[in-house]
């Protein structure tokens, strides 16, 4: 018997949103389930100005040329950042066409929907049952708060937006110890900047509680005013399992996005990836060749896990080396360390390039995060690929 649809879609965040999207404007017949599908997604999103492919400038919330770099040295990055306005993303993926049921499917009911359609697709992200307690997998967390600009101004430091602020003003008299964190701090709207105290990579991932603690101690060291860290315009909290969902999709289904191998392992992102796959993985499924895996391994996979490897185990000083490095990368090689979807000589070149910036005692911590024993820096097992 003949499914009544062709695809289903389980999950309209911005990966399952714009491949069902792509999915019905290729003249496909298409389910998309969700427990809340008209809700605007409330994180942060932000992708480069190369990225934005056909997508219309409204959906620019805020544009950056040349966001800041700072470690040692300052490093303008040689491309716009951009800020997605979700609202307007959404509207732009219109689901005109697509029958959409509002419902929270187990993993039964997922494999269960290949009764109702040709393919079945899993974008319910990394943790569809809410978060895991004591999770033990390498994970990317921040905390932040959105202040007037301001007020924003004395921890910008004259720079229009700061992509990573690796100082350790967050440390106070102690000194600097244990996870580094950055400074994440860039406009979200004409008069509106985030400030975001992010651990790019830890296992497990840094409690928000510290986040938090060191966001406000490096603001109120930079001159930010008490009474605007008290009562802030928003909060900001970000929890991005590195490697998705960190096990096998369902059988019998395409995991996509961060549900599965979607997102970057060194940075975390996966929205600019996603956006991109879904008019070829809907052309796929238009013309019978479905993907056994939507992001199949590629050879530039196993540097991107030295590359997490690395950041889960690097000191304070180590990461510091590292990323003052790649501020002095060109701007090409940046963009391979940074991009889903760059090469293995691309990256290769990138990682290498870093490397050869670092000074000696650097490359030493570098080698040995790298290459060590499979323990992070904090005690716990390393988490092995699925």
């Known amino acids: 018997m003949t499914p009544p649809f062709d695809v289903a879609v389980v999950g309209l965040g911005p990966a399952g949103r714009s491949l069902a999207s792509r999915c019905v404007a290729h003249g496909l017949s298409v389910l998309a389930l969700d427990p809340r599908p008209d809700a605007v997604w409330a994180p942060t999103y932000g992708i480069w100005g190369d990225e934005l492919g056909g997508l219309p400038e409204a ?18 990055l040689a491309r716009d950042y951009l800020v997605l306005d979700n609202a307007a993303l959404r509207t732009a993926l219109p689901l005109e ?40 997998a390498p994970a990317q967390t921040a905390y932040g708060i959105v202040v007037p600009a301001d007020a924003a101004a ?42 975001e105290e992010t651990c790019l990579a830890a296992a497990p991932g840094l409690p928000i509680a510290e986040l938090r603690t060191r966001l406000r101690r490096r603001l109120l060291a930079r001159g930010v005013e008490a009474s605007v860290l008290d009562r802030p315009l928003d909060r900001e909290v970000v929890r991005i399992p590195m490697r998705g969902r960190g096990r096998r999709p369902v059988p019998g289904t395409l995991a996509i996005g961060t549900a599965g ?38 050879p530039a996979d196993p540097l991107r896990e030295m590359g997490l490897r690395a950041l889960l185990r690097l000191d304070v000083p180590g990461t510091l080396a590292l990323f003052d490095a790649f501020g002095r990368l060109p701007a090409p090689a940046q963009r391979n360390f940074m991009s889903r979807d760059s090469d293995a000589v691309g990256l290769a070149g990138a990682m290498w390039g870093m490397f050869a910036r670092m000074p000696p005692a650097g490359k030493r911590k570098l080698i040995v995060a790298t290459l060590g024993p499979s323990v992070t820096r904090r005690g716990a097992p390393a988490i092995r690929p699925v």
């Open 154 to 195: 004395p921890a910008l430091q004259d720079a229009s937006a700061l992509l990573m602020d690796w100082r350790t003003d967050w440390a106070g008299a102690a000194g600097p110890g244990g996870t580094p964190t950055f400074l994440y701090a860039i406009p979200v709207g004409p008069d509106a900047v985030l400030l």
């Open 97 to 136: 066409g697509v029958q959409v049921r509002r419902a929270r499917l187990s993993d039964a009911d997922v494999a269960a929907l290949r009764a109702e359609a040709r393919v079945v697709v899993d974008a319910r992200g990394a943790r569809p049952d809410g978060l895991v307690p004591d999770d033990p």
């Open 261 to 298: 191998r979607g997102g970057n392992l060194v940075t975390g992102y996966s929205v600019a990836h996603s956006l991109a796959r879904a008019d070829a993985l809907a052309q796929a499924f238009t013309t019978g060749a479905v993907p056994r895996v939507a992001d199949p391994v590629s």
């Open 59 to 76: 959906v620019v919330r805020a544009r950056v040329p040349g966001p800041e770099l700072r470690v040692h040295g300052n490093y303008p």
